[in-house]
Each structure stands twice: as structure tokens, then as C-alpha cells.
């Protein structure tokens, strides 16, 4: 597909090369049981703060314990989805406008924002469902662990009472309206 094709042309790019979907096909139910995310959108795994977010197609919770940066929200499809291209149009629109959501939350509601990453990597053995990390980053947030060096990042653990706290903030901001789309 060139440049230059319209987005209407989007819609038309072929299922992945393998010639399977996720997307609880089969044998995905077995795999999504042994899946981190799925196992927090049954319920099975409580992130600190609960769920923060949850509807268009997408769940949005604080980072699993122990986490050192405030904030650190995991953002990802509601259906065991492993690569980005098996995602629906439908999908793929809500994640970008509830990208744009978080970002601006957290901007507003963590103190000293000054960049927010999104990072996808969906590769580990225990998550292999796609979620992207929405990681605030602080003007105080050391120079030697910005960027994808941010996951080796291991500052102290946040106090869980304080994750809570943020995570009551960003779903109260979330419902509100607050957040133009």
C-alpha cells in the first residue's frame, strides 16, 4: 500500500500472515487463561487501584506491583488480541482517542509531567496480548532511565495507598468529561 492511499484503503489490508486471528480462536481460550491481562479483565489479578477504565473495547489499569512511577497505566484490548494488526477499525479508533484521554489526565493530575511515553511491546511469555504502557514521565525522573530505559527502571516501589489514590483521580477525571474528545 502506498503513502498515499486513502484511509478508506486502511480497511482493506489482509488478515495477519499467518492466516489466524486472535481473539479467543482456537486454542486461544487455553492461552488467554495463562495471560496477565486476561487474567485482570476476569478479575483473577487486582491491579492497585482497581479498574480505572473500562469501556470501548479497551480496559485501562494501573502497572501490576511493584511499580516505581506514579501513574504507570497499562492500556489494552478487552478480547485476547496479540498483534496490533488483529485489532478492529473499531478498536484501533477508540485506543487512539482514549490515548489521547489518558495522556491528557495524566498531564493534569500527576504532578511534574513533562513527557508521557506510549510503549507497545507485547512480547513477554506471561502477556502476550497486546497492551500498551502509558508511562508519565517527571521533570525529577533520572536522566539515565528515560525512554524504553524506563522499564529497568527500579526506583523504590510506590506506596499502595498512593497508587489508589491516583487511580481514584484518573477514573473520576475519566467519567467526568473533563477530558474534551
Known amino acids: 500500500m502506498s503513502m498515499h492511499q486513502g484511509a ?3 480497511r482493506a489490508i489482509p ?3 499467518t492466516g489466524r486471528r486472535s481473539g479467543m480462536g482456537k486454542g486461544d481460550a487455553r492461552m488467554a487463561e495463562a495471560c496477565l491481562a486476561c487474567q485482570v ?3 483473577m489479578l487486582v491491579p492497585p487501584g482497581g479498574v480505572i477504565y473500562r469501556k470501548d473495547l479497551w480496559q485501562v489499569d494501573h502497572r ?3 511499580c516505581p512511577v506514579l501513574g504507570w497505566l497499562i492500556v489494552k484490548p478487552l478480547r485476547h488480541v496479540e498483534f496490533f494488526d488483529e ?3 473499531e478498536e484501533v479508533e477508540a485506543f487512539g ?3 489521547r484521554m489518558l495522556t491528557r489526565a495524566l498531564r493534569d493530575i500527576v504532578p511534574g509531567v513533562q513527557k508521557v511515553y506510549s510503549i507497545m511491546l507485547a512480547e513477554s511469555e506471561d502477556c502476550p496480548h497486546v497492551h500498551v504502557h502509558i508511562v508519565p514521565r ?3 525522573h533520572p536522566a539515565s532511565f528515560r525512554g524504553l530505559r ?3 527502571f527500579d526506583g523504590p516501589s510506590l506506596a499502595r495507598v498512593e497508587v489508589e489514590r491516583v487511580a481514584a483521580e484518573l477514573r473520576g477525571y475519566l467519567q467526568s468529561g473533563e477530558v474534551a474528545e
Open 15 to 17: 488478515q495477519a500472515r
Open 87 to 89: 485489532l478492529s477499525i
Open 8 to 10: 478508506s484503503d486502511f
Open 150 to 152: 524506563i522499564f529497568d
Open 41 to 43: 479483565h476476569q478479575g
Open 138 to 140: 517527571t521533570e525529577d
Open 97 to 99: 482517542r482514549l490515548q
Open 64 to 66: 501490576l506491583e511493584p
